[in-house]
């Protein structure tokens, strides 16, 4: 394995501090990892969400892991174009959210022209990670991290975190 | 599952995070653009942001209930990476704007603009700052503040500056969450009790005075917020006829002596926000926001 596929196996392993169950490249947030000229490794990530609070946390991460893993020299650099889609997140990704009882976004909308207003249920809810049941209720389209909604399941009662389709 | 960073110091690193929102982005001016109009113009959507974003946050642990706390939190946290994008964005069109520091001073740019300059400097429209007021005034003020503002960057995403047009592209997601949010709350207190229909009246009253401020005409580089009102009126219109509440009549909060929410005939005559003439409301908001990092200027936090 030469030195930047290397660099780039340690940068995918670096998980999403804020749901740990992802890594970044499962989350889509890690888009590239280039090792320049002069040996420095430049990684890119995007945010999930403009305000996203953790992105210094995965610059952070990533300087670390790569240090121990015998980068020295690192950069990360943030990529705005194209924004982050929940599209993004891979099979395993979604697999890994299931497994820790959250629910894995559907499908993201696809907009052409001006988007409409939406009044009602904003989508067709998804069913319950726990209990598979289809009888669930949004409860707010904002949760404990801005790429969450809440919901709760009315077959087993309990709520849970629905990644956001964005 | 966090026992691998047990003891792991650099997993605490927080402060000392990016200092450069825009870290790695090329920020060239693109050929035509003027950098001075390419600044001004994210400034006034970043301060549009960045103070609607510190009312918002002001209502933390004081929604109705533990869902909405939620959910204003989130969109002030969304309105505040919209500013902190749009204020390094104009301070890296045109270092001008960045308001002078002590020498050697750590400051980032977007910090020195949001912490470092005075109301008359300010370029957010009256809307955002105007005092809090009940739940109904924070989802009237939501509701208004969010339909142009989405207007304004659904036309914005084919901005020919990119790093906008990558901001605009962003922000239209969220912005459309917030949107819908406000519109759900106007529709639901609208046809909830006669106390819940009351309140939103008169809050619809207090801060429509405001709305035509987010289309006032802008010259120069970017999207003139003026050619949206069609489609703001359509989406406003909507809400109103399913709420069943009468669209209101539109007078300048300036006019015939209607006095600004916490107005003190500070305002300029015929001054708009844009202009730098702001209500009585906007000073003591930055004094809160802005006295730490001016006690000590030279922070590195």
Redesign the interface.
């Given at each position: 394995m030469n030195a930047r596929d290397r660099a780039a196996e340690v940068a995918r392993q670096v998980r999403d501090p804020e749901m740990?169950?992802l890594t970044l490249a499962d989350l889509g947030v890690l888009r590239d990892v280039e090792l320049d000229g002069g040996g420095e490794v430049?990684v890119?990530i995007t945010?999930t969400?403009?305000?996203?609070?953790a992105?210094?946390?995965m610059?952070?991460?990533l300087v670390?892991r790569l240090r121990e893993a015998g980068f020295d020299r690192v950069?990360?650099?943030?990529?705005?174009?194209?924004?982050?889609s929940s599209d993004w997140i891979s099979e395993r990704g979604r697999a890994a959210l299931r497994e820790a009882g959250l629910s894995a976004p559907g499908p993201a909308p696809r907009r052409t022209g001006?988007?409409p207003?939406?009044?009602g249920p904003?989508r067709s809810a998804p069913p319950c990670p726990r209990c598979g049941s289809a009888a669930t209720r949004l409860?707010?389209?904002?949760?404990?991290t801005?790429c969450k909604a809440?919901y709760r399941c009315t077959g087993c009662q309990e709520p849970f975190e629905h990644v956001?389709e964005? | 599952m966090n026992d691998e960073y047990a003891g792991d110091s650099s997993q605490w690193a927080f402060g000392t995070g990016f200092e450069d929102p825009l870290a790695g982005v090329d920020t060239t001016v693109p050929q035509g653009v003027d950098p001075a109009e390419l600044a001004a113009y994210c400034l006034m959507l970043g301060d549009d942001a960045l103070i609607m974003s510190q009312r918002l946050s002001e209502w933390c642990s004081r929604a109705p209930d533990l869902e909405e706390d939620i959910a204003l939190a989130n969109m002030a946290l969304d309105l505040l990476g919209q500013a902190r994008l749009l204020l390094a964005r104009a301070a890296a069109a045109d270092p001008g704007v960045v308001p002078a520091l002590p020498e050697g001073s750590p400051v980032p740019a977007e910090d020195a603009l949001a912490f470092f300059r005075d109301a008359e400097q300010f370029r957010n429209v009256r809307l955002a700052e105007v005092e809090n007021g009940d739940f109904a005034h924070v989802v009237v003020r939501l509701l208004l503040f969010s339909v142009a503002r989405l207007a304004l960057l659904e036309r914005l995403r084919t901005s020919p500056d990119q790093v906008l047009a990558a901001v605009a592209a962003k922000g239209v997601k969220e912005i459309t969450y917030h949107r819908d949010w406000a519109g759900r709350w106007f529709l639901t207190l609208a046809q909830g009790t006669e106390e819940s229909r009351r309140r939103l009246e008169t809050a619809l009253e207090a801060l429509w005075p405001y709305q035509a401020e987010l289309l006032a005409p802008h010259t120069g580089f970017g999207v003139d917020p003026a050619t949206l009102r069609g489609e703001v009126d359509v989406v406003l219109d909507q809400v109103f006829a399913v709420s069943g509440v009468e669209r209101p009549g539109d007078a300048p909060p300036s006019d015939a002596g209607r006095e600004p929410i916490g107005g003190t005939g500070r305002e300029l005559p015929g001054g708009t926000g844009r202009d730098g003439a702001h209500t009585a409301a906007l000073a003591p908001l930055l004094a809160e926001m802005q006295v730490v990092a001016r006690a000590h200027p030279s922070g590195r936090w």
């Open positions: 740990p169950m430049v890119s945010p969400y403009t305000g996203c609070p992105m210094a946390t610059r952070d991460d670390h950069e990360v650099r943030i990529v705005l174009d194209p924004p982050w001006p988007i207003l939406t009044l904003a409860t707010s389209e904002f949760g404990a801005a809440l956001k964005i | -």
